[in-house]
């Protein structure tokens, strides 16, 4: 592609992303496309699923009139040709092609050649640009890859609008008004009716929700004090400036106050006030229209205006969020939504009212997933084309099992997934049996199923639930909770509640394991690539202050327990090792000496995440007492995949059978130097892995609360002799979905259907 063509694409998809709204977004397209490549037409048809057809939505060269009403069934016409081959169609000769379909509506005359290329997402087909000239002629290689490029770029913009924007024409009059479903990435299992409440990061003008004013009168006198106020801080600004800018780089400011004059925009915000709106989406709503005319200019000054504009968006924006004491109260069916929740901000909230959450980020172990999963909360990720800035306070039901979404569900959904809550209800009390049994195979096998802690609520359930003790607990979670790092004492009061809640039995302490998506708000960590990043090991190492006081704290809380064991998170090599245990020489030391008792030397274990590991135990064996898998972070290593990110899920999977090989030599390796292992990944809360995972030799497996009963009830129900049979077989297969499908097919037919995953398909 000439540099010519990189310009011109840079420039479109940056017009794009400034765009406010689907029709926007795809006007551009066409015109700058047409103008670009110099084609008589330019269109867009997007495939409306519902109906299965393709609609036109934007075309440059056809007549305006159609869009919007010209549609083709998804087989039909060239432009299904496109969409079923998925893959470009360029013909110098259109109208002789046997698929050709001519619409008079659209005032097409003979259009000779025809380009079509397919608008893909997450393979699959969302729909189809296509350019057309009336001369016959081959596009060139050069014009099929700048298309192709300009629709991959675009997609997941697309994607976005698509479901942001108001795409009347997808719906059908008086059919199911606004039901809609959108399917995302199963978290945290369980299934939840309510009302959504919108969690919005404060300042960002993209996500303040749409919500309807409760006191209109209130929200124009919140808009005139926060207008008041950016004023005086642009004045004040321009004021500082004075002598550090010309007057030329100044006069940004009066455009600024111009602006802010009363009878420009916020005469406008108003009026949207005035239709019922709460002022924040007031300013949304005119600040996106502003900028969407900005974008469009032809003149590269005014086009960069957009940021200022936006800049000043997010000024007033902050200033009415001030004011605003906070976010809407929740309710026991609140459920939460957003772009991203961390886990700072989930537990800060009262989390017996969250009745579910669905985020458009993360993947199935995110953080914050894992703790929503201890806390009993289904939890649906990764819903990457969730409108969230219009369903405030929406009806919706939430399928944590199937990872989908519905919003203003049907009736007849509504009984339905009523009638699912009850059958689960159920299922959790048959479960309760299972709360008194070991966990024993039909051939008297035990395997040791501990508890991971982080909030004093998982010990309570894992007390409850009949841990043996905790595998791990991870410490960062009370650091969350926090507005700065905890002091000595105050961390080893919280660590002496966790320790003595199982006193005899064994609670494995983590130290601190921040950087990547465990964020701490008080200590943000922003890295290009934080998951190789300063994260866990690497970050307490540079810190040895933080380290040592969490050591000593520990020591200190285990006084006359006797039940600490220690964890490293995030080891990478030897030396790593080696540094820690001088340290935790001198702080036992240290604190022995200091509190004139004497405490038992904790037994010290590092966590098998980083596949360098898993090649040296041999080397790590002499220096430590036990492994722990951290399967979260060794199988996004392992497969090379974010465990965060929604676009790659599928691709993450503890079944993926370079996982299995790797965890079976492990178990030998540690073994064979004497050294005992366990897991304290997610894999092992997983009835299906938890089986495979105690045939390999793990007999001690460590999971969230909310999963100990139903892996109980599995190992309760399966022979080691057939779980070492289905290992057998399933290490031979090549394919994860095919290890799963493996699996639940035993479980379905020896009493264990219950413990797969709900699968049943529900529609309206
Ligand atoms: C893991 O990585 O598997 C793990 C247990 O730790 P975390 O999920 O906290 O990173
Ligand atoms: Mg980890």
Redo the contacts with the bound molecule.
């Keep these: 592609m000439s540099n010519m063509q990189l310009d011109t694409l840079r420039r479109i998809v940056q017009e794009i992303n400034a765009s406010a709204s689907l029709h926007e977004s795809l006007d551009i397209m066409v015109n700058q496309v047409s103008e670009a490549m110099d084609v008589d037409v330019c269109s867009i048809y997007l495939l409306d699923e519902r109906n299965q057809r393709y609609i036109l939505m934007a075309t440059k060269g056809l007549n305006a009139e159609a869009v919007g009403t010209v549609s083709l069934q998804v087989g039909e016409g060239l432009v299904g040709l496109v969409g079923q081959r998925e893959e470009i169609v360029n013909l110098d000769n259109a109208a002789q092609h046997e698929r050709y379909a001519y619409f008079p509506e659209t005032g097409e005359e003979l259009y000779n050649s025809f380009m079509g290329v397919p608008v893909m997402y997450r393979r699959k087909v969302m729909g189809v640009l296509v350019v057309q000239n009336r001369e016959p002629q081959d596009f060139s290689e050069a014009a099929e890859s700048f298309l192709v490029t300009l629709c991959a770029q675009l997609s997941g913009v697309i994607a976005h609008a698509h479901a942001v924007g108001n795409i009347e024409v997808f719906r059908k009059p008086n059919s199911l008004s606004n039901y809609k479903t959108y399917q995302g990435v199963a978290g945290s299992g369980g299934i939840a009716l309510g009302r959504a409440v919108v969690l919005y990061p404060p300042a960002d003008l993209a996500a303040v929700p749409d919500r309807d004013a409760e006191d209109i009168s209130e929200e124009l006198e919140l808009l005139d004090h926060a207008i008041h106020s950016v004023r005086e801080e642009i004045q004040s600004l321009d004021h500082k400036m004075q002598d550090s800018l010309m007057s030329e780089e100044r006069a940004l400011f009066s455009v600024f106050l111009r602006m802010l004059d009363e009878n420009a925009l916020p005469a406008e915000i108003k009026e949207i006030i005035r239709e019922g709106h709460w002022a924040q989406g007031a300013v949304r709503r005119v600040l996106d229209k502003h900028i969407a005319v900005f974008a469009q200019m032809e003149d590269d000054y005014l086009r960069e205006r957009v940021s200022d504009l936006k800049d000043l968006g997010r000024r007033i924006l902050a200033s009415l969020q001030e004011a605003d004491s906070g976010h809407r109260e929740l309710s026991s069916d609140s459920i939460l939504i957003g772009e991203e929740i961390s886990t700072a901000a989930l537990v800060e909230l009262p989390v017996d009212k969250i009745a579910a959450i669905v985020t458009t980020e993360g993947a199935a172990?995110s953080?914050m997933v894992?703790v929503a999963r201890a806390l009993g909360i289904p939890t649906v990720v990764g819903v990457t084309e969730l409108p969230i800035t219009t369903l405030d306070d929406v009806e919706m039901i939430v399928d944590a099992y199937q990872g989908r979404v519905f919003i203003h569900p049907p009736r007849r959904l509504r009984q339905r997934y009523k009638e699912i809550q009850k059958e689960e209800e159920q299922i959790a009390k048959d479960l309760k049996q299972y709360e008194t049994k070991d966990a024993i195979t039909p051939d008297g096998v035990e395997v040791k199923l501990l508890v991971?802690t982080g909030l004093m609520i998982d010990v309570v359930r894992g007390v409850q639930r009949g841990a043996k003790g905790v595998g791990?607990y991870?410490s960062?979670i009370p650091f969350m909770l926090r507005d700065r790092f905890p002091g000595e004492e105050e961390q080893r009061a919280i660590y002496r509640q966790q320790l003595s809640h199982f006193a005899n039995k064994p609670v494995t302490m983590?130290t601190l394991?921040i950087g990547?998506d465990?964020d701490l708000p008080y200590f943000s960590i922003e890295e290009e690539n934080s998951a190789l990043g300063w994260r866990g090991l690497r970050f307490t190492l540079d810190h040895p202050e933080i380290f040592s006081s969490q050591i000593r704290a520990m020591l200190k809380a285990s006084i006359g327990l006797n039940n600490l064991h220690i964890l490293l998170?995030m080891v990478t090599s030897v030396s790593e090792v080696e540094e820690v245990l001088y340290l935790l020489e001198r702080d036992w030391v240290a604190v022995q000496e200091e509190e004139q008792v004497k405490i038992n030397k904790p037994k010290i274990g590092i966590?098998v995440?980083v596949p360098s590991v898993l090649l040296q135990i041999d080397e790590f064996a002499p220096l430590v007492d036990f492994f722990?898998?951290?399967?979260?972070?060794?199988?996004?290593y392992l497969l090379a995949v974010d465990?965060n990110n929604p676009r790659v899920s599928s691709v993450y999977s503890h079944f993926h059978p370079s996982v299995l090989r790797s965890l079976q030599k492990l178990v030998k390796d540690c073994h064979r130097n004497d050294r005992p292992v366990s897991i304290?990944?997610?894999?092992a809360g997983d009835p299906l892995s938890a089986i495979l995972l105690m045939a390999m030799g793990f007999n001690t497996l460590s999971m969230s609360s909310s999963n100990i009963l139903r892996v109980r009830k599995a190992i309760c129900l399966t022979p080691m002799s057939d779980a070492e049979a289905l290992l057998e077989h399933v290490v031979h297969l090549n394919n994860p979905l095919l290890i799963k499908s493996w699996l639940e097919h035993y479980f379905k037919n020896h009493g264990l259907a219950d413990m797969v995953k709900s699968n049943r398909m529900v529609t309206a």
């Design positions: 172990n953080h894992i991971n791990l991870r960062e983590r394991d990547a465990k998170p966590m995440e722990s898998v951290g399967s979260n972070d060794l199988i996004q465990r304290c990944g997610e894999m």
